[in-house]
């Protein structure tokens, strides 16, 4: 994977009026990874977005793309950028293909091939020659990242892309999406708020809260760092008074589940081991011990909560 940075923020900031919307953020986007874009509602998300797309312009500090500044050279960075910021916007009175083919007119380099390879590519190839009025909401989202995808982008700044989407649908993107930074070597920036797609599509992410990096890191990192597992444990019925005590000896607390037999406890995974040879050696049952970890959306929720 190249491991080059693809966007520099560099100290970058929004004020509106006498309240700073977004402040101060200095991290790298590289080439080949999917970063994901996380905050609360308010936290700042589109305004990064617009200020990366110049939409909006920057108070302070810069935004680099392939090495050349949003603020003073927007010709030359905003060529390497594709993306949807909210809605893609589409003529609705002319066909998929149409769309394509006028946007394609934007850059001398984009042939028919390269616009039939992409329909392929978001799976519109049937319903191409059919007017865009007559596309359900995800068919036009499709269409908007084949419209962003066209000029071959090293950057692809996707904000809510799964919006209108079925779980099919979804399941697509996310492969494309992966397939298209890990193959391809695109720098994908993606905003959403289904967590748990995030979770499955993204190498990295940054949280934002109240204008504000509070986290960057690797997906996985992120959500095992000082997370403990939830473990579901199921003995005989006869013997969770027992099991009980024997998990008060390991400092846990252990509590009814759904079943009569059924505990569940808070304690580190690597710790099951353990847990499982204490109730062995004391003659309980165990019929099933399962690990439920963390999820990307715990962790969210739970760091929005300590900010809060």
Known sequence: MNQQPIVQFKHTTK?????????DLNF??????????????????????????GLIKISRGDIL??????????????????GIVENPDLYKYLTGYQNLKHYARMDSGISKKRINEIVEHVGL??????????????MRQRLGIAQALLHRPSLLILDEPTNGLDPAGIRKLRNNLKELAHQEGVAVFVSS???????LMCDKIAVLQKGKLVSIENVQAFISKDSISRVYLEVEASQTELTKMLIADLNKTAIAGNGPNELWIQMNKDE?????????????????????????????????GEEK
């Open 15 to 23: 004020i509106i009026g006498r309240k700073t919307i977004v402040n």
């Open 28 to 53: 790298d986007v590289l080439a080949g990874e999917v970063f994901g874009f996380l905050g609360p509602n308010g936290a700042g998300k589109t305004t990064t977005i617009r200020m990366m797309v």
């Open 65 to 82: 793309i392939n090495g050349h500044s949003i603020a003073s050279q927007f010709e030359q960075a905003i060529r390497h950028v594709g």
């Open 125 to 138: 190839k049937e319903s191409i020659h059919n007017k865009v009025s007559s596309y359900s909401l995800g």
């Open 193 to 199: 708020h289904l967590l748990s797609e995030m979770q």
């Open 272 to 304: 099951v081991p353990e847990l499982n040879k204490l109730l062995l050696d004391n003659g309980i049952r165990v019929l099933s011990i399962h690990v439920q970890e963390r999820t990307l959306e715990d962790k969210f929720l739970e760091m929005m």
